[in-house]
């Protein structure tokens, strides 16, 4: 048997596609699909719809014998191998063996430590025909915050700005209002929408009182919004104190925590929820520990990043930034005192910049959307670049 047979790889790539309908549902799990074939049709399909639901192989079985099909004999593609253990639902493994299933044919091994492996061994003792790595990069790129996470206990960041075409994401004032066209920042509105968190430096909540909000779009969850607040000067009158919205995290550092007891306060009357983290010797705030946090506390999977230009920085230094959404719009700011989207140490050699790797480029009316994923020297990626 070819075990890259066309016909494996057209199957999958239909599991990946309804695998991908989970976005934003389904976390901190993993998107996954399955589907079931009888004499190169698909007779039954599902995939993972939200967290705490049945997983993608469960919907699938039971899709099958809806569709009147008894799924004995028969060849499942799944795009994650498939769970042994008991967690908000039962075993995969389990319902498979249960179905009587020929052959399982899976795209990626899980590299969830209480999955990985066991699962196909479980299956294959069971004696199953087990096919792994059918269309298997396409699966790295479908679940890359969630294998970072399992893997680093570190979220998926996300960096995204709108800048002119000279490179400037404001004014020498400071405005920005509106760079990007309303296609665009509908586009953002969008990925708010489906992340766990997006974060952005105290400057910006001073210059900008951003909700930090999904607004006129299908909210698929309510994004946590954090604010890098090292010395707490966040002001009282911005929107993030006041409105009632998703819950707001304020991360600083344990020397504001002591000394601004009356402040902690006041804003914790105000429902914010403050974080203290230690300080690194650079006087700057420890953003692992800060995502370690998110994660341990809340299993943050995605995190979107909205600036501003030092907070940018301190990620891009410590090698933190995964992932880049950058809007170009058609304007010329021709200042050389204009703002850029990232502030960090200066440079002598362009061999010592940050390096990107381009994976999309969308037209949004006269706007550009570069997706770019950074490619970090001093570490191996985790995903396929």
């Known amino acids: 048997m070819n075990r890259l047979s066309p016909r494996d790889v057209t199957f999958m790539r239909q599991a990946l596609d309804i695998a991908a309908m989970g976005r934003g549902l389904v976390e901190p799990n993993p998107m996954v699909g399955a589907v079931i074939v009888r004499d190169n049709k698909v007779v039954g399909a599902g995939y993972h719809q ?45 319902a498979i063996l249960a179905a009587k299933l020929m052959r399982v044919v899976i795209a990626m091994q899980d590299p969830f430590e209480k999955v990985s492996g066991k699962g196909i061994e479980q299956l294959k003792q ?58 665009s920042r509908e586009v953002v509105h969008k990925v708010r929408a489906r992340v766990d968190a997006i974060m952005v430096g105290v400057r910006t909540v001073e210059l900008d009182d951003p909700a930090l909000d999904a607004r006129h779009v299908h909210t698929k969850r309510a994004a946590k919004r954090i604010v890098i607040d090292p010395s707490l000067r966040i002001p009282m009158k911005s929107k993030l104190v006041h409105d009632d919205g998703p819950p707001v995290y304020l991360i600083t550092s344990e020397k504001a925590m002591e000394q601004e007891s009356e402040r902690v306060k006041d804003l914790e009357q105000h429902g914010l929820n403050l974080l203290p983290v230690p300080m ?13 946090h998110l994660v341990d506390l809340h299993l943050v999977t995605n995190v979107l990043v909205e600036g501003g230009a030092s907070l940018m920085g301190s990620l891009f230094a410590d090698e933190l930034l995964d992932q880049l ?53 001093n570490s191996t990626n985790i995903v396929n670049s």
Request: glycine share 8%.
């Open 50 to 94: 939200r967290y705490g639901d049945d997983h993608a192989e469960i919907n699938a079985i039971n899709d099958c014998k809806k569709n009147g099909v008894d799924p004995a004999g028969l060849t499942m593609f799944v795009t994650l191998e498939p769970c042994c253990h008991s967690g908000k639902t039962g075993p995969c493994t389990k």
């Open 126 to 183: 069971a004696g199953i025909d087990v096919t792994v790595g059918v269309c298997e990069a396409q699966a790295l790129d479908l679940n890359e915050a969630f294998i970072k996470r399992v893997t680093t206990g570190l979220p998926w960041m996300i960096g995204k700005w709108a800048q002119t075409v000279d490179g400037k994401t404001a004014t020498t004032s400071g405005d920005s209002k509106w760079i990007s066209c309303y296609e």
């Open 280 to 292: 690194k010797q650079n006087s700057r705030l420890d953003m692992h520990a800060t995502l370690r």
């Open 325 to 377: 959404l950058v809007f170009i719009a058609p304007r010329i700011a021709g200042d050389q005192e204009a703002l850029s989207a990232v502030h960090g140490h200066n440079l002598l050699h362009i061999c010592d910049t940050h390096h990107l790797s381009l994976r999309d480029v969308t037209q949004i009316s006269d706007d550009i959307l570069l997706d770019y994923r950074v490619i970090h020297p």
